[in-house]
């Protein structure tokens, strides 16, 4: 066995002796470690069972032992006087009686049990900042400018930036008692007697779900993602674009006076038209079996024929157009026969390619063509409830659609299906049935201007583009009120767009920005519509704070163009 130990409160090795090796060895072995202790040793008996003659302890009882406790006598004495004044009674009998109670009870007591259980503590008392300090800076407290906002306050002080004026003092010991002491305390008393308090409960969201969850762009394709193509040829701001049905040709129509009509391929300019006015809007006809573009020019509406594309419908169309329909017994109205006028053209307009001449009472801002290339309408903004033009180009006759015009008249659409005609005010959009002759419904901006309207392929969904940089999604099955509102622009948008085959839709801005959008219409009416920007192309410089001023995708392709007021006209592909 070692000997040797360690000792840990001096931290020393320490040799063990015989003897303390033998207590080690009886501890372990569960004897007594003494060897010499007898624990069999005979017992005393000090106080044994005989009675004794005299007593060890010989002491008298005490006098207490004797008399009555006076405590007790005070505990008896007030429990009589309790039994006398009938504070206390004996327990009353257990009752045979059945137990009567009322079964809603618990109902009644509930919203008084969870105030007791669910008990609201009262907000702090706010902190004091260093306007309030003996001793605070120098810009905390008031000048001559800050002493008379406070002065004019008297009659509305709860406008104060503070309840009091603060002052600076030299030391601690020269601040006098504080005056509004009384009348805070009050107050505080005020607010936690009458404020009621409430526990608000907290949701834990994070960032991430707040989001919408939409699909990768890339996922989205094709849409335009970059300019392939410049045209130049206009020396003013090009205010209007229109493409041909076929897809091979374009016009555009500029504040320079003249209408150009493009080749897409190669970016040649195959005509220009020149009619030294102002050119508002261009637009060609959809059908495809005429050669006809419909150009706005001051209070003009002239149909043109561009020459390009096929001759067989190039000679078509003139040979239609050639021919005056027989009007029969038929008179316009005075309201008609005052605000437009088909005027026959002579053989001067003739060989310019005017081959049919409109003129209005005033100055015509739009024209938009019906899908099956008939009728098309006019717009004048100026001309109060008679706005609205519709003209039947086989029988060369003029109509107004309504009485009276509620707003000003900023642009028309023709639904692309259903006889629907489509009329956007400045705050709102009012669609009317032609066949009724009824307005149908109303559509709720909540814009300040429109500018620009465009309807899906389907019909079913209208965007609207307004001055105040906003783009409105309307679902017409759904609502009135808009779908969608996307602010993407910095600045006036000006036009908007829907392609005709591919679910996209474009907005051009005074920014200089177009901004392409995946807009996924789905023919199950219980799932929305998916509406993701997918590309903002920019290219375009400003000119008098004008951007882009009208957009329109390509007919069979992703492609879009854009007319600017830099003079440009570009391609996306």
Request: positive net charge.
């Given at each position: 066995?070692?000997?040797?130990?360690?000792?840990?409160?001096t931290?020393?090795?320490v040799?063990l002796?015989?003897?303390?090796?033998?207590?080690?060895?009886?501890?372990?072995?569960?004897?007594?470690p003494?060897?010499n202790?007898?624990?069999?040793?005979?017992?005393?008996?000090?106080?044994s069972?005989?009675?004794?003659?005299?007593?060890?302890?010989?002491?008298?009882?005490?006098?207490?032992s004797?008399?009555?406790?006076?405590?007790?006598?005070m505990?008896?004495?007030?429990?009589?006087?309790?039994?006398?004044?009938?504070?206390?009674?004996?327990?009353?009998?257990?009752s045979?009686e059945?137990?009567f109670?009322?079964?809603?009870?618990?109902?009644d007591k509930?919203?008084?049990?969870?105030?007791?259980?669910?008990?609201?503590?009262?907000p702090?008392?706010r902190?004091?900042?260093n306007?309030?300090?003996?001793?605070?800076?120098?810009e905390?407290?008031?000048?001559?400018?800050?002493?008379?906002d406070?002065?004019?306050?008297?009659?509305?002080?709860?406008?104060?930036r503070y309840?009091?004026?603060?002052?600076?003092y030299?030391s601690l010991?020269?601040?006098?008692?504080?005056?509004?002491?009384?009348r805070?305390?009050?107050?505080?008393?005020?607010?936690?007697?009458?404020?009621?308090?409430?526990?608000?409960?907290?949701?834990?969201?994070?960032?991430?779900d707040?989001?919408?969850?939409?699909?990768?762009?890339?996922?989205?394709?094709p849409?335009?993602t970059?300019?392939?193509?410049?045209f130049?040829g206009?020396?003013?701001?090009?205010?209007?674009?229109?493409?041909?049905?076929?897809?091979?040709f374009?016009?555009?129509?500029?504040?320079?006076?003249?209408?150009?009509?493009?080749?897409i391929?190669?970016g040649?300019?195959?005509?220009?038209?020149?009619?030294?006015?102002?050119?508002?809007?261009?637009e060609?006809c959809?059908?495809?079996?005429?050669?006809?573009?419909?150009?706005?020019?001051?209070?003009?509406?002239?149909l043109?024929?561009?020459?390009v594309?096929?001759?067989?419908?190039?000679?078509?169309?003139?040979?239609?157009?050639?021919?005056t329909?027989?009007?029969?017994?038929?008179?316009?109205?005075?309201?008609?026969?005052?605000a437009v006028?088909?005027?026959p053209?002579?053989?001067?307009?003739?060989?310019?390619?005017?081959?049919?001449?409109i003129r209005?009472?005033?100055?015509?801002?739009q024209?938009?063509?019906?899908?099956?290339?008939?009728?098309?309408?006019?717009?004048?903004?100026?001309?109060?409830n008679?706005?609205?033009?519709?003209?039947q180009?086989?029988?060369?006759?003029?109509?107004?659609?309504?009485?009276?015009?509620k707003g000003?008249?900023q642009?028309?659409?023709?639904?692309p299906?259903?006889?629907?005609?489509?009329?956007?005010t400045q705050?709102?959009?009012?669609?009317?049935?032609?066949?009724?002759?009824?307005?149908?419904k109303?559509?709720?901006?909540?814009?300040?201007?429109?500018?620009?309207?465009?309807?899906h392929?389907g019909?079913d969904?209208?965007?609207?583009?307004?001055?105040?940089?906003?783009?409105?999604?309307?679902?017409?099955?759904?609502?009135?009120?808009?779908?969608?509102?996307?602010?993407f622009?910095?600045?006036?948008?000006?036009?908007?767009?829907?392609?005709?085959?591919?679910?996209l839709?474009?907005?051009g801005s005074?920014?200089c920005?177009?901004?392409i959008?995946?807009?996924?219409?789905y023919?199950d009416?219980?799932?929305?519509?998916?509406?993701?920007?997918?590309?903002?192309?920019r290219?375009?410089?400003?000119f008098?704070d004008f951007g882009?001023?009208?957009?329109?995708?390509?007919?069979?392709q992703?492609?879009?163009?854009?007319?600017?007021?830099?003079?440009t006209?570009?391609?996306?592909?």
């Open positions: 066995m070692l000997r040797t130990v360690k000792d840990l409160q931290g020393q090795n040799v002796s015989d003897k303390d090796l033998e207590f080690v060895k009886r501890i372990q072995s569960g004897k007594i003494d060897s202790f007898d624990n069999f040793a005979p017992w005393i008996d000090w106080f069972s005989d009675v004794m003659d005299t007593p060890l302890r010989s002491m008298p009882p005490s006098k207490t004797f008399l009555p406790s006076k405590i007790d006598k505990k008896i004495s007030k429990m009589v006087h309790a039994i006398k004044m009938g504070w206390m009674k004996p327990k009353p009998k257990p045979t059945p137990n109670y009322m079964l809603w009870e618990s109902d509930a919203d008084e049990m969870r105030r007791v259980h669910d008990h609201i503590p009262a702090k008392v902190l004091p900042s306007a309030e300090s003996y001793n605070p800076p120098s905390y407290l008031f000048d001559e400018k800050e002493m008379k406070w002065d004019s306050k008297d009659d509305e002080p709860w406008k104060r309840n009091f004026i603060p002052q600076k030299k010991r020269e601040v006098p008692a504080y005056d509004n002491y009384t805070e305390r009050f107050q505080r008393c005020l607010d936690l007697y009458l404020c009621p308090r409430a526990k608000k409960m907290r949701l834990t969201i994070k960032a991430e707040l989001v919408p969850q939409l699909p990768n762009p890339k996922d989205l394709q849409f335009p970059i300019c392939s193509m410049i130049k206009h020396s003013h701001m090009v205010r209007s674009i229109t493409l041909e049905p076929h897809g091979q374009f016009a555009s129509g500029s504040e320079d006076g003249t209408v150009k009509v493009w080749e391929a190669t040649r300019c195959m005509k220009t038209f020149e009619f030294g006015c102002v050119i508002r809007w261009v060609w959809p059908n495809k079996s005429l050669s006809l573009l419909a150009v706005a020019a001051d209070s003009d509406v002239m043109i024929n561009p020459g594309g096929d001759k067989l419908i190039i000679e078509k169309t003139d040979l239609l157009l050639s021919e329909p027989d009007q029969g017994d038929y008179h316009p109205s005075e309201r008609v026969k005052g006028q088909w005027e053209v002579d053989e001067e307009k003739w060989s310019k390619g005017i081959r049919i001449l209005h009472f005033k100055n015509v801002n024209v938009t063509w019906h899908a099956k290339g008939d009728y098309f309408a006019s717009v004048m903004s100026d001309g109060q008679r706005s609205v033009l519709i003209h180009l086989s029988s060369r006759r003029s109509q107004l659609p309504l009485n009276r015009s000003l008249i642009c028309v659409l023709f639904h299906i259903r006889p629907i005609f489509f009329i956007a705050r709102h959009v009012r669609v009317y049935d032609l066949l009724k002759q009824e307005m149908v109303k559509l709720i901006s909540g814009a300040k201007w429109i500018s620009s309207m465009s309807i392929p019909g969904n209208v965007i609207v583009g307004t001055y105040d940089k906003k783009v409105m999604w309307f679902d017409l099955d759904l609502s009135t009120k808009p779908y969608q509102t996307l602010r622009h910095g600045n006036a948008v000006r036009s908007v767009a829907f392609h005709k085959r591919y679910p839709f474009a907005s005074d920014d920005n177009l901004i959008s995946h807009g996924m219409v023919n009416l219980l799932q929305n519509p998916l509406i993701v920007p997918v590309k903002k192309l290219g375009h410089d400003k008098s882009i001023l009208s957009i329109m995708f390509h007919n069979m992703p492609w879009v163009f854009s007319s600017g007021a830099d003079k006209i570009r391609l996306y592909t």
